[in-house]
């Protein structure tokens, strides 16, 4: 008698041994949810990281953020930007401290040289003083010593500044003869006249021909200045005589500028 077949077993039935069909599903389905989860942790961290800034929190992607920025501490800015995320790096406009003292220094430093360097609107003028000298009379012809109002006379400008100014002056000739009475003081005040006019007579000559020389003026003050010289020229003539004995020739004739005039003789 031939012994009875056994019935076929389902798959995954009987010793607990799972088909091959199962086993791969159950595969499929865990690497499904692997990828899922990666993908769900780079959207959380894609999401909490701001433009151009790492979120400085958690494992490698957070090292990249970090390593984004390469400021110094002391650079870093001070300021949360907005949308980050609590633990991430800080973000501002602001330039770092340290740049911003460096820039003030220099500019402080340029500021003081340019300063030291201009002139100051409020430093006295330095002084000046302008002379020049000319001929009133530049000769004379005649009985010497000649007169004041007919003698070789001059004019001189004298301008200084700044005032109020004291200046000494005194006019000398090229022959070394006095011309003068020395050194005379000059005063200008400070609401005054810039410039002052000196006249000057050049007197005591009494010698007989003719004498030719120079003068000029020379001043003592804030700056010495001598002027030009100024030539003058003094020519010294005898008086003709206004009376005495007539000559022999002439003493029956009667002196024509004597005669009285017609029109008033008695």
Same mark, same amino acid.
């Given at each position: 008698?031939?012994?009875?077949?056994?019935?076929?077993?389902?798959?995954?039935?009987?010793?607990?041994?799972?088909?091959?069909?199962?086993?791969?599903?159950?595969?499929?389905?865990?690497?499904?949810?692997?990828?899922?989860?990666?993908?769900?942790?780079?959207?959380?961290?894609?999401?909490?990281? $701001?433009?151009?800034?790492?979120?400085?929190?958690?494992?490698?992607?957070?090292?990249?953020?970090?390593?984004?920025?390469?400021?110094?501490?002391?650079?870093?800015?001070?300021?949360?930007?907005?949308?980050?995320?609590?633990?991430?790096?800080?973000?501002?406009?602001?330039?770092?401290?340290?740049?911003?003292?460096?820039?003030?220094?220099?500019?402080?430093?340029?500021?003081?040289?340019?300063?030291?360097?201009?002139?100051?609107?409020?430093?006295? $003028?330095?002084?000046?003083?302008?002379?020049?000298?000319?001929?009133?009379?530049?000769?004379?012809?005649?009985?010497?010593? $000649?007169?004041?109002?007919?003698?070789?006379?001059?004019?001189?400008?004298?301008?200084?500044?700044?005032?109020? %100014?004291?200046?000494?002056?005194?006019?000398?000739?090229?022959?070394?003869?006095?011309?003068?009475?020395?050194?005379?003081?000059?005063?200008?005040?400070?609401?005054?006249? %810039?410039?002052?006019?000196?006249?000057?007579? %050049?007197?005591?000559?009494?010698?007989?021909?003719?004498?030719?020389?120079?003068?000029?003026?020379?001043?003592?003050?804030?700056?010495?200045?001598?002027?030009?010289?100024?030539?003058?020229?003094?020519?010294?003539?005898?008086?003709?005589?206004?009376?005495?004995?007539?000559?022999?020739?002439?003493?029956?004739?009667?002196?024509?500028?004597?005669?009285?005039?017609?029109?008033?003789?008695?």
């Amino acid at each position: 008698m031939p012994a009875p077949v056994p019935p076929p077993q389902e798959p995954g039935a009987g010793n607990g041994r799972q088909g091959p069909g199962r086993a791969g599903a159950v595969l499929a389905a865990g690497l499904v949810v692997l990828l899922l989860a990666v993908a769900a942790l780079g959207w959380l961290l894609l999401r909490n990281r $701001p433009a151009g800034e790492g979120s400085g929190s958690g494992g490698g992607p957070a090292a990249t953020g970090a390593t984004a920025s390469s400021a110094p501490p002391s650079a870093r800015p001070t300021g949360t930007g907005g949308g980050a995320a609590p633990g991430s790096g800080t973000a501002s406009a602001s330039a770092p401290a340290s740049a911003s003292s460096s820039s003030s220094a220099s500019a402080s430093a340029s500021a003081s040289g340019s300063a030291s360097a201009s002139p100051s609107p409020s430093a006295a $003028p330095s002084p000046r003083v302008v002379v020049s000298v000319h001929a009133v009379r530049g000769e004379y012809r005649g009985t010497c010593p $000649p007169a004041a109002s007919r003698a070789p006379s001059f004019r001189a400008a004298v301008e200084v500044e700044p005032r109020p %100014a004291v200046l000494e002056y005194r006019w000398v000739t090229r022959s070394g003869s006095p011309s003068g009475p020395g050194w005379q003081s000059l005063a200008y005040t400070a609401d005054g006249p %810039a410039s002052r006019q000196l006249e000057h007579t %050049a007197l005591g000559y009494d010698g007989d021909g003719t004498r030719a020389d120079a003068v000029r003026l020379e001043v003592q003050g804030p700056v010495p200045v001598v002027s030009q010289w100024v030539e003058f020229s003094v020519a010294c003539e005898e008086e003709a005589p206004t009376g005495g004995a007539s000559s022999p020739g002439a003493a029956g004739s009667p002196d024509p500028a004597a005669s009285p005039d017609p029109a008033t003789a008695p």
